[in-house]
């Protein structure tokens, strides 16, 4: 089992920057991929980012790609999304979730593992 603890949404203004967390538990992580998601309806979660915890090796969606990025921090079993130049769009309910694969997809279902969200709203 693997759980996620996500932390540092909160108010911003637009072109702010922000650092989201999501702090990894449980079992060791291998070979296991990590993503960000954010919700954008009742039912649909939006792949933002993601990265492989074993490589590092990242894969960000091609619209938010020069604004956010994704890094891991393994000794530290972290997670994290820097946001620079945040828009009113960017509001959302962001997710941190894992897959029990390295490989980093885009689909939510194919994820095992969610974190409870943290709110980021920013303001016009």
């Known amino acids: 089992q693997v759980q996620l603890v996500e932390s540092g949404g909160g108010l911003v203004q637009a072109g702010d920057s922000l650092t989201l967390s999501c702090a990894v538990s449980?079992?060791?992580?291998?070979?296991?991929?990590l993503a960000w998601f954010r919700r954008v309806s009742e039912t649909e979660r939006e792949f933002v980012a993601g990265?492989?915890?074993?490589?590092?090796?990242?894969l960000l969606t091609d619209a938010l790609e020069g604004r956010f990025s994704i890094s891991r921090d393994n000794r530290n079993n972290m997670l994290y999304l820097k946001m620079n130049d945040l828009k009113p769009e960017d509001t959302a309910v962001y997710y941190c979730?894992?897959?029990?694969?390295?490989?980093?997809?885009?689909?939510?279902?194919?994820?095992?593992?969610w974190g409870q969200g943290t709110q980021l709203t920013v303001s016009s």
């Open positions: 990265i492989s915890w074993v490589d590092g090796h990242p």
């Open positions: 449980g079992r060791t992580l291998r070979q296991d991929a």
């Open positions: 979730a894992a897959r029990n694969s390295m490989v980093v997809v885009t689909s939510a279902s194919n994820y095992a593992y």
